[in-house]
């Protein structure tokens, strides 16, 4: 491992750190039967309409991005959305809840001597919200959030604003996410990455592999300590 000063992770956060189909409970007691597929629905629409509005320039904020995906899933799934529904789902998304390895394998690294940050497609008040209520402040160096340059992943200004703010290359910074298409996204950009392959899926046939991988954020310690940075 090379010197502290050198050591830098960059984390997704939505399916990475915290759980994104932890409203599953909630959508279930809104719409008994169909919980599950509620979410499902929701998650895929939500990162469609972030590729969709990178690709043709027509950037919205997460939480509106969010939001709207939240109105095609009840549309699609023929449910009737009250608004208090609504703002009951769209409030759990500030609340989601952390894996349960996350914040110990946070503070793990940091007691490797590593810097952190968050490199995330959530607007800086969603992601505030979500390390506030999981207890991890003062564990990030960098919360970044894409809302500073208008464009989602796997744009690669995206990852550049990790480079930026650790004064660092790619090659030397880690980039960790369950999503194995922002995995390729930052592996093309040049970052060293780990896949945190919960759903042990197939490695995307995209040109690209990625340089660790574990069925959760646990087989990333081993990773960091065996590993060169």
Not at 135 to 150: A, H, N, P, R
Not at 168 to 186: C, K
Request: hydrophobic share 40%; net charge neutral; glycine share 8%.
């Amino acid at each position: 491992m090379e010197s502290a000063d050198n050591f830098a992770v960059a984390f997704d956060a939505y399916g990475t750190l915290f759980d994104v189909h932890s409203v599953t409970a909630l959508a279930e007691t809104l719409f008994p039967g169909s919980g599950g597929e509620f979410s499902q629905i929701w998650r895929a629409k939500q990162l469609e309409y972030c590729f969709l509005r990178t690709m043709g320039g027509r950037y919205e904020d997460f939480w509106e991005v969010t939001r709207s995906a939240l109105q095609y899933t009840a549309e699609k799934l023929q449910l009737n959305l009250a608004s208090n529904s609504r703002d009951r789902l769209m409030a759990a998304y500030l609340s989601l809840a952390p894996f349960p390895e996350s914040l110990a394998v946070l503070n793990s690294i940091k007691d490797l001597g590593g810097k952190l940050a968050i490199l995330s497609n959530g607007n800086q008040t969603m992601l505030d919200h979500l390390v506030r209520n999981a207890g991890m402040e003062g564990l990030f160096t960098y919360v970044l959030s894409v809302d500073q340059i208008k464009k989602y992943k796997p744009d690669p200004q995206v990852y550049q604003m990790a480079c930026d703010a650790f004064s660092l290359p790619a090659r030397q910074i880690n980039f960790v996410s369950s999503n194995g298409w922002d995995v390729s996204g930052a592996a093309w950009f040049g970052f060293s990455t780990f896949w945190v392959n919960r759903q042990s899926s197939p490695v995307e046939r995209l040109g690209v592999v990625p340089r660790g991988m574990g069925s959760s954020l646990t087989g990333l310690l081993n990773h960091l300590r065996g590993a060169p940075l």
